[in-house]
């Protein structure tokens, strides 16, 4: 039947000529991270598409796929030919199980559920996965519960702290959700914001250590119900109990809500949530599988290759500065890569190194998925008729504690642009996430950050962007709004809610006079403000960096905030949607504006903390910006 069917279709690469058909019969393949490869098969007699099939490789090495056959053209061997296809690219990616990406209920009786487990079982796949739906008695899950969260809260410096969505940034919060489980970070903010199919904020919690997120419990309301829709623990943090204290603080929430019975699933492996599904009282009452298969990788490619392994973590995650480590990559240097690397892109350096046998083809295929996505975003902009002219995404790249939140709700509302995030992590390690970045491509969007000029950025830009903004403040001044904005995070959410710009912060920080904050600001802030400042530059005056950078200054904003508006419209060769752009707020009470100030570090400061920050910025960057040496 193979060798008949692969006659009768043709199975390629997706083009952005596909797009319309991928998006009616397999719209879950658009979108999502990490970046899907997407197949179809065509009619070998007519050219028409009759078969799209979608595969994501995890960085579990686990491949989830999808397939759809027009129901014309089904029983001829295509779907047979689709799946092998995808097999073929999950081997090639590295994958060492391939899943389904969707699952079917046990005891299903609907003919398509019976017809596709049919279908998998007849092709050599079995059930991998099974997904258990538990539900309990609200009252009797809380007392079976409680004895053990109080032993979890007994004293311990590494115990991280539960609270609820109200005390964490909903995009930092989308994106560390998106990092485990996929999906895009702007839909899982719109409904942690409330949007669409809005998770539930009173028993939805967050597990905090520090100011980092490690775990995170997201429920949404069904009347009298809780469902638990996602659990994530960061890897590091797993074994810790944070997914005990997450439930039980979920459960208490939802008694005063008027809640009844509460339900969640597990995977049948996870042995220690069915351990507490049996303490909590809970009964099964209902049942998925997916079904999937072992693969075989070869030798040559489980071999481990040092470089490989460091490329490969750089395409599925995020790419990193000091990616490519090694001296000399078999005859290739370092500077060499990392020019090409920003003269060509991503996929042009991995192509390199596979024309030099550095690495397989496993790395260009998920090279290939995210070219595949951009190519998409592409087609579809196409279609967008934005009155603003914007050619692609606003990137407005800021120096922390710069009034940056108020240009860029501005500048949002001005010229009528939705906000997009392709980050993820916070000051200074914010970076692209190299799934997200094909987002920077499509017209009247604008997206906000605080990511640095390091390699992996502006690879990532340098191939979707021709401009951008870059907006910068006086460090030293900068400084001291944030230990100001520090101290006030601390007494409005505590101080686990402490932005850490790139300081490790003591135990007894907030113990320590004001004076003494500014002194370690000095020391452990400031560089990392300068390092920022001086990455940018560098950027800019790269001719291998064809994005065209335009640096904006929080001081001329401070002077005029028309004449300064007035620089970025005409950056960009656009005009204001709306009549006119609101004024900056009022210094008091508002957190990015606490008063506005300039120079205020000049008074602020002792006459040693002056010195100090004043030797530590450059001459060359206070006379590039118009700032005093002293």
């Known amino acids: ?18 797009l319309a058909k991928v998006r009616a019969w397999l719209p879950d393949a658009l979108g999502g991270t990490p970046a899907a490869t997407v197949g179809v098969a065509t009619d070998a007699a007519t050219g028409a598409i009759v078969g799209i099939a979608s595969l994501r490789v995890f960085s579990d090495r686990v491949g989830r796929f999808l397939l759809f056959v027009d129901p014309s053209f089904r029983r001829r061997g295509c779907g047979t030919v689709l799946l092998e296809s ?16 969707r699952s079917f209920e046990a005891t299903a009786g609907d003919v398509a559920a019976r017809s596709a487990v049919e279908f998998l079982r007849a092709r050599g796949m079995s059930v991998a996965q099974e997904i258990l739906c538990y539900q309990a008695q609200l009252t009797t899950a809380l007392a079976a519960i409680e004895p053990l969260y109080r032993r979890y809260q007994r004293p311990s410096a590494d115990r991280a702290r539960i ?52 775990g995170a419990l997201l429920t949404l309301r069904q009347g009298h119900n809780v469902f638990i829709e996602t659990r994530v623990v960061d890897a590091a943090s797993r074994g810790s109990h944070i997914n005990l204290a997450l439930i039980y603080k979920s459960i208490a929430a939802a008694v005063p809500q008027g809640v009844r019975t509460i339900a969640f699933e597990h995977d049948t492996r996870e042995r220690d949530t069915a351990k507490l599904a049996r303490r909590l009282g809970a009964t099964v009452v209902g049942r998925r599988q997916c079904w999937g298969c072992e693969i075989q990788q070869s030798a040559s490619e489980t071999r481990v290759n040092p470089v490989e392994s460091q490329v490969q ?48 083809a496993s790395i260009k295929n998920r090279v290939r998925g ?29 120096l922390p504690r710069s009034a940056s939140i108020y240009v860029f709700d501005a500048l949002a509302a001005g010229l009528a642009l939705d906000k997009v995030t392709v980050c993820a992590h916070r000051f200074p390690q914010e970076t692209i996430n190299s799934h997200a970045a094909a987002r920077l491509a499509v017209p009247g969007t604008i997206c906000h950050t605080h990511i640095d000029a390091r390699l992996g950025n502006l690879a990532l830009i340098n191939p979707f962007l021709d401009r951008m903004v870059v907006h910068v403040r006086d460090p030293r001044q900068a400084v001291l709004s944030a230990v100001h904005h520090m101290n006030d995070l601390r007494r409005r959410l ?57 640096f904006t200054r929080y001081e001329d904003l401070h002077a005029d ?22 004024p900056p707020p009022a210094v008091s009470g508002s957190r990015h504006f606490r008063k506005g100030a300039t120079d205020e570090w000049r008074t602020a400061f002792t006459p040693a903390q002056r010195d100090a920050a004043c030797a530590a910025v450059p001459l060359r960057v206070l006379q590039r910006f118009g700032w005093q040496p002293h």
């Open 86 to 101: 995808v097999r073929r690219i999950a081997q090639e990616a590295g994958a060492t199980r391939l899943l389904s990406g």
């Open 1 to 18: 039947m193979a060798g008949i069917a692969a006659r009768l279709v043709r199975i390629r690469a997706a083009v952005p000529q596909d």
């Open 163 to 214: 609270v609820s969505l109200e005390h964490v940034d909903p995009h930092a919060l989308a994106a560390f959700v998106v990092r485990d489980v996929g999906g895009l970070p702007e839909e899982v903010a719109a409904r942690l914001a409330g949007r669409g199919r809005a998770y539930c904020r009173a028993t939805s919690m967050v597990a905090l250590m520090g100011d980092a997120i490690v």
């Open 561 to 582: 905030p028309a004449a300064y508006f007035r620089s970025i419209l005409e950056f960009y060769g656009v005009a204001w949607v709306s009549p006119a752009f609101q």
């Open 313 to 360: 973590e750089a395409v599925s995650s995020d790419w990193q500065a000091d990616a490519l480590r090694d001296p000399r990559v078999d005859g290739l240097d370092v500077k060499q890569l990392q020019d090409r690397l920003v003269l060509d892109s991503a996929n042009d350096l991995i192509q390199t190194l596979s024309e030099r046998g550095v690495i397989s």
């Open 370 to 398: 995210v070219t595949l996505q951009l190519k998409l975003v592409r087609h579809e902009a196409e279609r967008f008729d934005r009155t603003t002219g914007l050619k692609a995404c606003l990137l407005f790249a800021v």
């Open 494 to 550: 505590g101080a686990g809610h402490v932005a850490g710009f790139g300081a490790t912060f003591p135990n007894h920080y907030f113990d320590l006079p004001f004076p003494e904050q500014i002194d370690f600001m000095i020391a452990h802030g400031l560089p990392e403000f300068v390092r920022w400042i001086e990455g940018w530059l560098a950027a800019a005056a790269n001719p291998l960096f064809r994005t065209k950078v335009l």
